[in-house]
């Protein structure tokens, strides 16, 4: 979360600074294309409504950054780590194998140290806290996206509130003419320009907003549901040695090697 405040600082920093250079080269750049060009009538359109859209989304850019720099496969399970991690295992080497995820804050590190961490009490315990830790890990992820959610949902709102403010404008512009547009078309219009402009912001902020939504969360939800399953693969390792069927119950069976369960004690 603080790095996604670092970014919407950044990002709205750098936008008062631009703003006192495009509000010089606007007037001159624009004039002759104010008329045709759309994004001369959206900047002549912006009103105090919009400013809370324009704030939401840098907040949005903020989130979406943050979200692809650090939800990715290197930071939830790489690939070298999960290797080691089987290698470790497959060698017995609990105790060096815990130490290693301890080191690291990957969620597959983290729910790794989680079971491990459990050995002792046996592998159901074990499967319970990697399933508890993989749910804690995942969860923490999703809220933070939740926030694109929210915002993309006040969008409209928001545009809604400018429409409102643009409608009172036209009507109070058509209220001081005596109810004649044509006795202050421009009043009207600029008013009737207000709404629709933050009505397309608004608009814009939620499509936007919704559609990185679903995107992260999905991302989120293929890259922590492989993890878990590469965790809990490993876990398997653990698992007490199932009774025989009754078919092979007959034959002679040959000593069984000592199970990794009892990896309790050397953790």
């Known amino acids: 979360m603080k790095q996604t405040l670092r970014i919407a600082c950044f990002l709205l920093a750098s936008g008062l600074l ?11 750049a624009s004039a002759p294309a104010s008329p045709t060009s759309i994004s001369g009538v959206i900047w002549a359109g912006m009103e105090w409504p919009a400013y809370f859209i324009l ?36 060698r017995r080497a609990f105790r060096e194998c815990l130490d290693a995820m301890k080191k690291s804050g990957t969620f597959f590190a983290r729910t790794m140290s989680a079971w491990l961490q459990h050995a002792r009490h046996g592998f159901e315990a074990m499967h319970e806290a990697a399933i508890e830790k993989s749910g804690e890990l995942s969860g923490q992820m999703f809220r933070k996206v939740e926030y694109m959610n929210i915002i993309g949902n006040l969008g409209p709102l928001m545009g809604l509130l400018g429409t409102v403010f643009g409608m009172i404008i036209a009507f109070n512009e058509l209220g001081h003419g005596g109810g004649e547009a044509a006795a202050d078309a421009g009043g009207l219009a600029r008013g009737i320009s207000l709404a629709l402009v933050n009505t397309l912001l608004g608009l814009g902020l939620a499509i936007v907003g919704l559609l990185f939504f679903g ?21 398997e390792y653990f698992r007490p040695v199932a009774a025989a069927s009754h078919a092979a119950a007959s034959e002679p069976r040959r000593p069984a090697s000592p199970a990794p369960a009892g990896a309790s004690e050397s953790l």
């Open 18 to 28: 631009a703003a006192p250079l495009l509000a010089q080269a606007g007037p001159a």
């Open 215 to 235: 995107i992260c969360r999905n991302r989120i939800e293929s890259l922590t549901v492989r993890a878990t399953v590469q965790t809990l693969d490993l876990l």
């Open 55 to 90: 704030v939401g989304s840098l907040v949005m850019i903020a989130l979406v950054v943050e979200h692809f720099i650090s939800i990715r496969t290197v930071t939830i399970a790489p690939p070298d780590q999960v290797k080691r991690a089987r290698d470790l295992i497959e």
